[in-house]
């Protein structure tokens, strides 16, 4: 059930990007370059991550789940770094501040994506942990008692 749930609220993220870009298209708003090459790379690590993900889920496998945990938190400082920039480009006059929401709102969904692909992640990995060990020697390990 937690894993269906993430994958649906990395839909609903996924459908909040189309609607920003169709939006895009509707106002005639665009990217300076830079920062559409800023949103292609954070897509490039979307794809990575999501691939990752169904690796771990698909196959069960820890260390695509690691992967993938590892990816998210790569990608919060990334986020940061592409606010930080994206202001810079507007303070030049790069970017017109029209286009500044929709990057920040494309930034936050992407984010929202890893956070769903590490939770798909640690689900997995909580259910492996869980096939692996009885409840008694769960309990034994979250006490800090070696089995």
Request: proline share 1%; net charge negative; hydrophobic share 40%.
């Amino acid at each position: 059930m937690r894993i269906a749930h993430e994958i649906e609220k990395l839909g609903d993220h996924c459908k909040d990007i189309s609607e920003i870009a169709l939006n895009m298209i509707n106002s005639k708003t665009s990217f300076s370059e830079s920062a559409v090459n800023e949103i292609n790379q954070a897509f490039e690590h979307i794809e990575t991550i999501t691939s990752e993900m169904r690796k771990a889920f698909d196959d069960g496998d820890v260390e695509a789940a690691r992967n993938v945990i590892m990816l998210e938190e790569q990608f919060d400082e990334r986020e940061r770094f592409l606010r930080e920039r994206h202001i810079e480009r507007l303070n030049k006059g790069e970017c017109k501040p029209t286009a500044a929401i929709n990057f920040i709102e494309l930034i936050h969904y992407i984010e929202r994506i890893t956070d769903n692909c590490k939770n798909v992640a640690q689900a997995v990995i909580d259910d492996l942990s869980h096939k692996l060990f009885s409840d008694r020697e769960q309990k034994m390990l979250a006490a800090g008692k070696t089995l």
